[in-house]
Each structure stands twice: as structure tokens, then as C-alpha cells.
DNA sequence: TTGTATGCGTTATCAT
DNA sequence: ATGATAACGCATACAA
């Protein structure tokens, strides 16, 4: 008696086809196998619809060709484009991807870890918070932005390079007296070096600076009151100021023009990110553009070189400088 | 002999704590043993660092505990948010998600599905753009934004009261002569349906309307010289413009400045969506917003849902208007 | 209650 | 070149 139309296996298609089980495995595979053979399985595959279970072939095999991708969300728009490109990048490579939103927080992110190693993920790619996650090393793990010791490979934009291009584009805009906000996570993390970045690039270019730093949860408050002390007359003390992402510029920009200051007339402004509008338009403001593309693509290529000699402990990838409109048109 | 330091399985297990296999099984399912058994169980767990594969439960017990997702895109933000919500909702029914972006691309939407079935997932949650996807009857399917046909459940905003809704809005904030633009897909699908919503609240509220529906591919001048059309004297004869979503709210607004049309002041834009600037701070334009939290549990939920007695061909969640400064701020 | 044995769908080894 | 068979790691029905 057959099983009721449940999902048809190899073993159906075996019978079906009158041929042993090895031989359709074979097929399916590409393997050589008679040509008369290959034709009558064929046949039955087509006839019985049947898929291969990657499960079964997963468990044989030991390897899933899937990444889980922890990112803190897709809410954001560089996170967004990260999992967009990465999971271009691991479709190129026949290789599925597990989202896995954490949601900043540290006990999803070791959660997390937990379910993609149980799921026998074969790698990881990991933009995270948590400070001592705990991951096998049974299982290859890539971090973005944030070096999590020797043995694990850090992808990031070359942050530093990326403060100083902020700095330098400044001056050449014509600024004299500019500042540097930030405000985010304090974990000793990549994008922290845009600030030595842009002091470097300051001073290379006898750039007045002045730096405004606030922490995870502080008030935007204080970088409105922070512009505000630098109000004399109506007059903003500064010329020009490097943003530590696109989306404190464009809070900041805000803040500005409520205050009456022209951008980019008064004051200009640089960001970090390379937002666009919905993802596709135009740049949010003049900004540091970060190469998401080519991020993913290198996380990719760390995680899935079969080979690699040593993997290298950190890639800084080039920044460009991307005009927005919120900065003078002259090197437009 | 033992294996070299591999990864541990229950063998290893069984072995370290001297128990039978079955046992360290019921241990980890947390089925009823005998509590000296379950300590040292757990014990040689911790030691040997155990997990259990889920490749291996997934093929026993044909159920994979992963979903699907096909999305064109992360880098649109409605999409990006559809991909974080149903991220969240399958989390919390400890599911994992396939992410899938499309790109619009027919062939490879097919071939996810292919890809999905063959990992042996336990439904698939798409919004897709190929009007003949085959989807094997065996995998449960939820659509998002267009029927699939009767047996495939659809889940969406109810786009024809939120068109009514622009109108009724316009109307109240004082608009005589409006407009509706679209691009999009010529496809039959839900969002379509904003525009007989619209058509419907300005015949019931006497409102003057003219429509311009642009299909995809079209250059945007068209609507340009559409506007440049209706304007007489410097003065645009419209002083109220629905535009089918906030991205193309965003252009047109744009376009209107160059025009030198002031907005709201001299034409108030109504978008759809509800996209935020950076996902988080405010709205772009004031739009008519798409439940996205609900959309993706209610996907989840119709996946997922065991027992359902006839899963609902189309369901419409209620949207909402939000302010956001592109009309009168009457009733902000 | 605990242990044993079988099978999930596939691949690979081994005879044929 | 093809067919039989074992093994992957786990869950479960059944025996002890």
C-alpha cells in the first residue's frame, strides 16, 4: 500500500521510475548516469513534482549553505542596505539567509547565536552590541564595526579616513571654525574613529574644532543648547559641522534652521552614512558615504573562503564624499 | 576510539553521562525523567557544550520551525518595515525567517519559492509582482498586497478607505480641487484600490478631482508637465494632491517647490504609507498610514495558525491619517 | 521510568 | 555504470 499523497522522496521516485535509490540521487546531483537512466528519472521527477529536502541533505552532509545575519534591525536605512546586500551577495553564492533583528538587545543577540548554531548555520554575520558574546568557535563568524577579538575578522568603512575626508572637505568648503557631534553607543567600536578622524583631518588643516559628545541615551537637548551657546547676535560661532551620522545631520539641520540658520548658506553640514531617501533618492545630506555594498560583499567572502591563509583581523573599506545639499555646491 | 573533538551529538552525551540516548532526548524536550538522571544529563551537556541539531529535528519531525519571507526589497522603507515586523512576530512564536529580497525580479521570486520548498519551510509569507507564481499546495502561503487566488489568503491595508479617507481629509481641510497621482505597477493588486477610494470620498464630499495614473516605467516629467499644465498665472489649480505613496509624495513635493508652489500653503499633499525619515523620527509628508506592525501579525498568525477552520481570502487592516506637515495643521 | 531499535531523506561506499 | 546498504542526529514507539 503507498503512503497517501504525502511529499514524494527519492525512494518514490526510485520506484516510480523503476531504478535504484542511488541512481536518482545521482541525477539529481549531476553525477554521471546512463543516459537512458537519467531520462526515465527525469521523467518521474517531473511526473511526482519532487524536491530534494535540504534538511536530509544538510544533516548528510553537515552544511546548510545558509548565514544567519544578526543586525539590530531593518528599521534603519544602513541596516536596511546591509541586509539588502548582503543577502544579494550570499544569493550569488547559492546561499540562504536567516534574518535576525536583535533589536539592541544583548540577551536576543546571544539568543540568537544560540538558534543559528543549533540550526548549523554555516556562518555568521554579526553587527552586534553585546560585549561578551559567547560564540563557538565551531562556527565562523564575521563582526561589522566592531572587532570582537583576534579571532573573529571585522568589516568596516575606514571610519578614520572618513573623519579626516569630513574635515578636509570642510576646509575646502571655505570653513574656519567647526564642530563634531555625536552621540551614540559608547562601546569601543569602529565607528568611533571618525572623531580622532576628523580632529586629525582638523588640525592637518588648521581647522578651529570644537567637539560635542553625548552618550547612548542623552537628550537631543543638548546639542540644541550646546548650538545655542554658540548664538551670538544671531550668528553661529561655527561654519561648519561633521555629524556622526546622517541621521543626527538631519535632526541637527533641523535644529539650525529653527534656530534661523541658513544651511547650507551659515553653516554647513556633513553627515556619515550615505542615506538616501527612501533608500533610492537623493542623499539626505551632503555626507561620508559608507560602501554597503562592498561591506556585505567582503563580510561574504571572509565568512565562505574555504582556504583562506589568515583572515584578517580588520578591513577598512574606502568612504567617499557625497555632495547633499547641505554643503556649498563648489565641489559638487 | 573516539571521534576527534567534533561537534558533540546526543551520543557524545548519553556516553559522557552514561545514560541511554532516548534519555538525554527526553532531557532536552523536557519530558519527564528521573531527576539523578536529568542532573547528570545536563551536567555532561554543560561540559561537552552541547546543542541539539535542528537539521536533524527538522527532518525527523518534518517541521522546520522557519518561515520565508519574499520582499522585493530592505531598501524601500515600507518594505523594510514589513521585514522587521514579521521578523518580530515569528520571533515571538520562536520562528525563524528566511529572508528573500526579490528585486522585482519574476525569476527569482520562483526561484526563492523553489529554494523555500526545498528547505522544507513551514509557510511563505510574499509580496511578490509575478502574476503566475507556482506555489506548491503543500506549503502554506500567505500573500501580501495581492490575491493569489482564493486558496491563498491575502493579507493588506484597506487601501480603498484609506483612499477615501485622503479625500475626506483634503475636503475638511478646506480643498476644492484635488488630484490623485500614481505610478506603480499596473498590476492587479490592493493598492490599486486608493484610488477608487479616492474617486469615492471626493464624489461624496463634491470634491473636484482629476487623476493622472503613470505606469511604471514612465519618466517622471510626465507628472511635471502635468502640474505645469494646471498652473495658470503662477497659481496651480489644485489646491489638494493625493499621491499614492509617500515616495512619490516626496517627488512631487519636491517638484511643486521648484514651481514655486508652496506647500501646504498653496497645496496640501496627502501621501500613503507612513514612512518616517530614518524609520524612527517624522512622518515625510502627512500620509495616510499602513498598519505595518498588524499587517505582519496578522500574516503570521494566518500562517501559522494550525486549526483554521477556512482561512480568509482577503483581510484589510485599518490605516490611519498622520500629520506631517505637508497639509493644514486644522487637524494635526 | 529507562533503554533499545527503527526510520526520517539523503549521500557515499561498496559490491555487482 | 548501477544497485544495495550504512550512516548522518534525532525522536519515538516499544520492550524491559
Redesign the pocket.
Known amino acids: 500500500m503507498k503512503k497517501t499523497n ?2 514524494p ?3 518514490d521516485v526510485a520506484l516510480e521510475a ?9 541525477v ?2 549531476g553525477l ?3 543516459d ?2 537519467r531520462i526515465r528519472v527525469e521523467e518521474a521527477i517531473r511526473k511526482l513534482n ?4 535540504s ?3 544538510g ?4 552544511k546548510t549553505h545558509t548565514v544567519a545575519l544578526l543586525i539590530p534591525n531593518t528599521l534603519e536605512p544602513f541596516f536596511a542596505s546591509l541586509a539588502y546586500y548582503i543577502n544579494l551577495s550570499l544569493l550569488k553564492r547559492k546561499y540562504r539567509m536567516l534574518l535576525c533583528s536583535t533589536d539592541y538587545d544583548s540577551g536576543l543577540e546571544q539568543e540568537y547565536i544560540t538558534m543559528a548554531q543549533q540550526n548549523k548555520v554555516d556562518g555568521i554575520i554579526g553587527l552586534t552590541y553585546n560585549p561578551n558574546l559567547i560564540v563557538e568557535e565551531t562556527t565562523p563568524f564575521i563582526a561589522i564595526d566592531r572587532s570582537m577579538g583576534p579571532k573573529i575578522p571585522c568589516v568596516a568603512s575606514d571610519n578614520f579616513a572618513g573623519g579626516q575626508l569630513a574635515a578636509e572637505k570642510l576646509a575646502d568648503l571655505g570653513c574656519k571654525n567647526v564642530a563634531f557631534l555625536r552621540i551614540g553607543s559608547s562601546l569601543t567600536n569602529e565607528p568611533n574613529k571618525r572623531k580622532a578622524g576628523f580632529e586629525n583631518g582638523c588640525l592637518a588643516r588648521g581647522l578651529n574644532y570644537e567637539m560635542k559628545i553625548l552618550n547612548d541615551g542623552a537628550a537631543f537637548e543638548e546639542f540644541e543648547n550646546f548650538l545655542s551657546d554658540h548664538i551670538h547676535a544671531g550668528r553661529l560661532s561655527f561654519d561648519g559641522i561633521f555629524c556622526v551620522t546622517d541621521s543626527l545631520a538631519y535632526s541637527i539641520i533641523k535644529a539650525l534652521r529653527r534656530m534661523n540658520q541658513r544651511v547650507p548658506e551659515d553653516v554647513q553640514v556633513i553627515g556619515f552614512d550615505g542615506i538616501r531617501h527612501f533608500g533610492n533618492k537623493d542623499y539626505v545630506c551632503s555626507t561620508i558615504v559608507q560602501p554597503a555594498s562592498e561591506i556585505a560583499e567582503m563580510c561574504v567572502d571572509l565568512l565562505l573562503q574555504e582556504n583562506m591563509p589568515a583572515k584578517p583581523p580588520l578591513v577598512c573599506l574606502p568612504v567617499t564624499y557625497a555632495y547633499g545639499g547641505t554643503t556649498s555646491e563648489l565641489y559638487k
Open positions: 504525502s511529499i522522496t527519492m525512494k523503476g531504478v535504484a535509490l542511488g541512481t536518482v540521487s545521482k539529481v546531483n554521471p548516469v546512463g537512458s537512466y519532487y524536491q530534494v529536502n534538511y536530509a541533505q544533516l548528510k552532509a553537515n
